[in-house]
């Protein structure tokens, strides 16, 4: 059937045998057409059409075959980027056979191997592809996911570590599948939406302890934030009872105290999760480290919560200490403000390097300290004698307890009249960051509790604030938990209140607290009523704000078709599961399985 007037073209992508399609001359276009946007669409659609037009396996000619069905006579499908002289095209035949060079093309020489299609597999196995290797279409097949594969492992992920979760969104999400251990936190009252209130079907409020989060408490003495951190420690440590939610593998706990010294000195209030009067209750153990030269004071003022507390010094081992334990403890933010003694420390630790070692180092401090000053003396000794009272210069072969281990809550209490704020966060720098190196075999939990009586933002304190933004910053790297507890929530660093992925603000009345939260929280909290709210909370009651958080929301309007022809859009408010994003939740925190420590002392008595 070939005639005068048409000629073969050979497809490279036939089978063997290649099929032949005859294109009549009249039906070759004379002059270049532009491309219709479905023709467009359906040439670069990686998935369905991106085989329809490739090089040839000689790498010089692409191959012209129709997009859809065997029609031919509205000629060949050409790319732009494929024929970029349309002109060229107006008066050339185009044959399997032309060159590139007639139509204006320039296309990089390419051996068969180079122009095979992709392997995935042989690329996921490290074999390097060449730059023009393959069709250019097929350069577009790792840039398009199937939806269903991206979605869902978006919103599994999603799932997995929302900090924050309602009841109903824990059975709309199959959350029996995707959350392993989760804590009772409160009951839901109302969720906000600006000025609309939601209140849920089930109020049960949960925390999601399988994953890392980092969460700020703050509010007024007696307003409920101790327990709120309270809740949130046996919801971590105390296994195998069902009031509380679901524990299977308890955490390792780290909290971090300091108040003042002496004999009027309080415990720590996370020290009474150790205590419960109910029998069934497995309650964790605690250990509490304070300072040599306080221990006699101290141990007495934890006697009282009984042998599931026990209190230890805190001494720190020469190996523990790094260059960083002396940096901290000179309290050095910035080698260009530090005096020239401490450049002197400086310059031992660099030459020292990573060959570090306290004995080494003091013998090249002793030579060092040769051309100092009296003042400059002076203030050597009195920075190191703080380190040196919690150097461990006991024989190496005492035995020695764990300071961290799973199931067990560590607490740091340096309440002391000879430590002040500065050098309290210089130590708890340090055994931060012995327990994030701590290997304990399950997740972490560091508490900083009563932050607002050491923790600042200014520079002399920076060292602990720079660990506690590290940690917000790669909480899930370390599988880190940090909670930061405190009255005034002025005193946390703002890039902090940024990082963190829950707020819970129990009472408190001061304008300029709620000014300083509204700024850096994303809940929609600007408005006179929601102030109002948190001005008015009652004791347990606090304002929660999780943007990450699940719940399931009336706010989704969904459009119904009445029947007949005339169709009628009629709006109706559906629950549907989504993030809370700038919503609050109104919580009352629940009672708790261990003794209060925190209840404040009246005259009399009910």
């Known amino acids: 059937m070939s005639g005068a007037g048409s000629k073969e073209i050979t497809s490279p992508l036939a089978s063997s045998g290649q099929k032949k399609h005859k294109i009549g001359r009249s039906q070759v276009p004379s002059t270049s057409r ?40 509205s000629g060949p499908i ?24 007639t139509i204006g093309m320039a296309i990089p020489k390419s051996t068969p191997q180079q122009s095979a299609p992709y392997n995935a597999e042989n690329n996921m196995n490290g074999t390097a592809l060449p730059p023009d290797s393959g069709s250019v279409f097929e350069e577009l097949a790792l840039l398009h996911d199937g939806a269903n594969d991206t979605q869902g492992r978006s919103k599994d992920h999603e799932l997995r570590t929302a900090p924050i979760v309602t009841r109903d969104a824990y059975v709309a999400a199959g959350y029996r599948d995707n959350m392993t251990q989760y804590g009772v936190l ?38 409920g934030k101790s327990h709120t951190v309270s ?36 415990p720590s209030e996370a020290a009474w999760v150790a205590l419960s009067d109910i029998p069934t209750v497995n309650t964790p153990t605690v250990k509490v480290y304070v300072s040599r030269s306080s221990l006699k004071t101290m141990t007495a ?4 919560l ?19 334990a002396f940096l901290s403890m000179m309290a050095v933010g910035s080698s260009e403000s530090a005096p020239l ?81 500065a050098s309290a966060c210089g130590l708890f720098e340090i055994v931060t960051r012995l327990f994030v190196r701590a290997e304990v075999g399950t997740g972490k939990v560091l508490v900083v509790d009563e932050a607002h009586k050491y923790l600042s933002p200014h520079k002399s304190v920076s060292g602990l604030t720079k660990c506690l933004l590290t940690l917000a910053r790669e909480q899930r ?27 819970i603000l129990h009472r408190f009345s001061s304008p300029s607290w709620w000014e300083h939260l509204a700024k850096h929280v994303s809940a929609d909290i600007s408005e006179e009523d929601a102030f109002d709210r948190v001005v008015r909370l009652e004791t347990g009651e606090a304002i929660v704000l999780a943007p990450s958080g699940f719940g399931v929301f009336p706010d989704a309007p969904q459009v119904s078709i009445t029947q007949g022809v005339h169709r009628t859009a009629a709006l109706t408010q559906i629950p549907k599961l989504n993030q809370f994003g700038r919503r609050y939740i109104l919580m009352k925190t629940r009672r708790r399985v261990t003794k209060d420590g925190g209840a404040s002392i009246l005259v009399v008595e009910d």
């Open 34 to 73: 532009p491309l219709s946007q479905d023709t467009v669409h359906s040439v670069l659609d990686p998935h369905q059409h991106a085989p329809n037009l490739r090089l040839s396996q000689n790498g010089n000619t692409p191959s012209s075959i129709p997009a859809s069905g065997g029609d031919t006579g």
């Open 78 to 101: 050409r790319h732009p980027s494929i024929f970029p002289v349309e002109a060229a095209m107006s008066s050339v035949s185009i044959s399997t056979t032309t060159p590139p060079s």
């Open 186 to 223: 409160g009951r839901a009252l109302q969720i906000f939406n600006k000025s609309q209130a939601y209140s849920p079907t089930d109020p049960r409020l949960y925390i999601n302890t399988n994953a890392p989060f980092s969460a700020v408490v703050c509010g007024v003495q007696g307003s």
């Open 231 to 266: 809740i949130m420690l046996e919801s971590m440590f105390i296994p195998n009872l069902r009031p509380l939610g679901f524990l299977q593998k308890p955490l390792s706990g780290l909290v971090l105290h300091f108040g003042e010294g002496g004999p009027s000195a309080r």
């Open 301 to 304: 003022v934890y006697a009282p």
């Open 306 to 324: 009984g042998k599931r507390v026990t209190v230890e010094p805190l001494l720190l081992k020469k190996d523990e200490l790094d260059a960083r």
């Open 341 to 421: 003694y401490i450049q002197g420390i400086l310059s031992i630790l660099r030459d020292l390097g990573e060959n570090f070692s306290y004995d080494e180092f003091m013998k090249r401090l002793e030579d060092k300290k040769e051309s100092f000053n009296l003042a400059q003396l002076a203030g050597l000794e009195q920075r190191m004698a703080l380190l040196t009272s919690f150097l461990d210069n006991r024989p190496r072969f005492t035995p020695r307890t764990e300071r961290f281990a799973a199931g067990q809550l560590t607490i740091i209490d340096l309440s002391d009249p000879f430590i002040d704020p």
């Open 477 to 503: 790297h370390l599988a880190m938990r940090l909670i930061i507890s405190t009255q005034e929530p002025t005193v946390v660093p703002p890039v902090l209140l940024d990082l963190c992925t829950v707020a």
